[in-house]
């Protein structure tokens, strides 16, 4: 089967070309101005954008939270994804039972149903010393990193003994440490105290995590990492101060890397401090504006190597069904905290929303460049993780997973517009101008405008090898 793709502009993360595209089977086959061939479909790219298809390098599909469960499973939530122009997505592997082998097996059950491709990160939220010798196995499964907490005392936080352990194991296996950054013991004494006081409402969420805790553990991880010459990368960059240490650790010569996600560009404390607050509540939770100009800067100026989601939603209001694909579907949801904010499912939709929304409020407001958005949404990810250049590239030899992105499509976005399942959406009436148009997964398309073309089972498992530090 080959596709050729005539006349588009292709951006990459160093380049912007004009090219056709020839595709034969599963793969970029050939790159050149006007290629005279005889395709089987021929797709007129003229006055299109060309990139290569996104890698989400964060995101909770079917993910168990307090009574629920996040309401995108590894269907759902792909096929969201891929309308949004992303083509490959990573989640995280809950460790049960201290068990690895057991913890992958039942996500690989849970993503049978993948419609992208997709990778597994494993939280290492227990350690000791069979843990320890037996981290290195997820290499053999294609699971090359490790998540640990500086927070949720008592559930995930491993002590940072732990934390520096697991980083020497990372740097003598080729593995790299991923790391959310709070204070745990700050979280667990302000949270306690706020609700003696009585303070039940969203706001106490983020009130109770306060930005120094991810400014002083971001920096605690880039010293843990620095010490033991075993390279980090710090999840869903939130405060302004995350990156100036991160710029401090940087220029020091530590390998530390950072990932913000959309909603910390665009949203504060005030968002959660609405009658319907509680759409805004994960952890770590939203700051100031200050903090999102500093968090553009570090996307401006490349302090930042990647933008991920965080995707794990919930609905609002989970007592009422929802339509999804003609069945009518209902999944508690935030509702669950409306009298006690420690309750309230923690997390966000966006796996949809990360590429329209930067296109059009980075790009089209001119805080970063069209190159720059390549590389922090799909470029960096795949290096980082162990995928390129088979993803995250528009070079011969690739996947051909391309999205054909329309840079002139006006769209007013929200959840009526998203395949994300839940009821609302944090970009409900936002202008986009700018829109993937098809997106091809390994060759096939999968998205066609408004018309779904992926199907269940359709994602491939990617099994990981060591990747590069950014
Ligand atoms: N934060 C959230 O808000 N949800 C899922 C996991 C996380 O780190
Ligand atoms: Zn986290
Ligand atoms: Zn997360």
Redesign the pocket.
């Known amino acids: 089967m080959k596709t050729l793709i005539k006349n588009g502009m292709l951006v990459t993360a160093t380049d912007t070309f004009v090219s056709d595209i020839l595709i034969e089977d599963e793969k970029i086959a050939r790159l050149e101005p006007d290629l005279e061939t005889d395709p089987d479909h021929l797709v007129d790219a003229t006055g299109k954008l060309v990139m290569p298809g996104g890698v989400d390098p964060?995101v909770?599909l079917d993910l168990p939270m307090f009574e629920t469960v996040s309401s995108d499973d590894h269907y759902t939530g792909h096929k969201a994804a891929a309308f949004g122009g992303t083509t490959t997505a990573m989640d995280?592997v809950v460790l049960e039972n201290e068990d690895f082998a057991h913890s992958v097996n039942l996500w690989m059950k849970k993503a049978e149903k993948a419609a992208i491709d997709y990778s597994f990160h494993m939280n290492l939220t227990q350690f000791n010393d069979r843990i320890a010798k037996e981290i290195p196995s997820l290499m053999t499964m294609g699971i090359q990193t490790l998540k640990v907490f500086t927070a949720y005392n008592g559930r995930l936080r491993l002590d940072d003994g732990s934390i520096f352990k697991t980083l020497q194991i990372a740097r003598d296996n080729g593995m790299l440490v991923m790391a959310?950054c709070e204070n745990g013991d700050v979280i667990e004494t302000l949270t306690g105290q706020a609700l003696a006081a009585g303070h039940k409402t969203p706001e106490w969420h983020a009130l109770t995590r306060p930005a120094w805790g991810a400014v002083e553990a971001s920096l605690r991880m880039a010293a843990m990492s620095a010490q033991a010459d075993s390279p980090v990368y710090i999840?869903?960059m939130n405060a302004g101060g995350e990156v100036d240490m991160l710029k401090y650790a940087r220029e020091r010569g530590a390998k530390v890397m950072g990932e913000t996600c959309p909603q910390y560009l665009f949203f504060t404390i005030d968002h959660l401090r609405r009658p319907d607050g509680a759409k805004w509540v994960c952890s770590p939770p939203m700051r100031t504006e200050q903090d999102n100009a500093r968090l553009w800067e570090g996307l401006s100026d490349g302090v930042l190597q990647t933008v991920g989601t965080?995707h794990?939603p919930f609905y609002f209001d989970g007592t009422k069904p929802i339509v999804y694909e003609g069945s009518e579907v209902v999944i508690p949801g935030k509702e669950l905290g409306r009298d006690d904010f420690t309750k309230i499912p923690n997390g966000l939709p966006g796996i949809q929303d990360r590429m329209p929304i930067l296109w059009t409020y980075g790009v089209g407001a001119g805080r970063i460049t069209p190159n720059q958005f390549v590389e922090y949404t799909s470029t960096n990810p795949a290096k980082i993780f162990g995928l390129y250049p088979q993803k995250g590239s528009l070079l011969i030899g690739a996947d051909a997973d391309i999205v054909i992105w329309d840079p002139e499509k006006k769209v007013k976005y929200g959840a009526a517009h998203s395949h994300q399942r839940t009821d609302y959406n944090l970009y409900e009436g936002w202008e986009l101008t700018g829109y993937p148009e098809k997106v091809f997964l390994r060759g096939t398309l999968i998205v066609d405008g408004d018309e779904w073309k992926g199907k269940r089972g359709g994602g491939k498992f990617l099994k990981r090898s060591i990747g590069e530090v950014l």
């Open positions: 964060h909770h995280f959310h999840v869903h965080d794990c």
